[in-house]
């Protein structure tokens, strides 16, 4: 939802920083990767029940996440290779999120305030469903359909779980992103079906 409204102008305004980024001489593919191993500290800390440093660090790695495109159109190296780069390790890093989350509410027994298993298992619904919309609009769009539609798209859940991650409303977020996901996996799949009925 967001992307659709916005793309345009975040586009417009990532171009200067872009440029600027890309004159420091920064692949890319570095920055890809710097901002999975953003994810991968924000997953220690998330499993140590740090919640707040953990959302700090994961919306470091958000930020880091959306300059890799601004710099590769700087650069004039947009790939293909690049592109299934970029959405693989999108999907590493929601895993880097929402796995650590089923660890400390399920496996941790040091951290009592922790104990909830039901929002291990919440996650892990929310984690799926949330694999499930990405690839949805991966194979929709690889057969020629149009797929940018659903509540709750990839920046809609990342500006939610750093939210709840740093102000501590993890199990709230873990039900609304589950809910979510499950509607906009069911809202491309039917809006994709519409498009196949019609041609």
């Not at 890809?32 to 740090?50: Q, R």
């Not at 992103?177 to 994709?192: M, P, S």
Request: aromatic fraction near 10%; charged fraction near 15%; hydrophobic fraction near 55%.
């Amino acid at each position: 939802m967001l992307n659709a409204r916005i793309r345009a102008g975040w586009d417009r305004f990532m171009r200067p920083i872009g440029r600027a980024v890309a004159s420091s001489g920064i692949s890319p593919d570095a920055i890809t990767y710097f901002s999975v191993a953003l994810a991968g500290v924000a997953a220690y800390y998330i499993v140590e029940g740090h919640l707040l440093i953990a959302g700090i660090i994961s919306t470091a790695a958000g930020v880091a996440d959306l300059f890799d495109g601004a710099v590769a159109k700087a650069k004039g190296v947009t790939s293909k290779f690049g592109a299934v780069l970029d959405s693989t390790t999108d999907r590493l890093t929601d895993a880097l999120v929402f796995l650590p989350i089923v660890w400390l509410y399920a496996v941790r027994p040091d951290i009592p305030s922790h104990d909830e298993p039901w929002v291990a298992i919440t996650a892990m619904i929310a984690l799926v469903a949330s694999f499930l919309v990405s690839y949805v609009k991966a194979r929709a769009e690889s057969l020629g359909f149009d797929c940018n539609v659903g509540i709750a798209e990839r920046a809609e859940r990342l500006i939610l779980i750093n939210a709840a991650l740093i102000l501590d409303f993890v199990p709230v977020a873990m039900v609304i992103l589950a809910a979510a996901a499950i509607v906009t996996f069911l809202q491309r799949i039917l809006y994709v079906r519409k498009q196949a009925r019609a041609t």
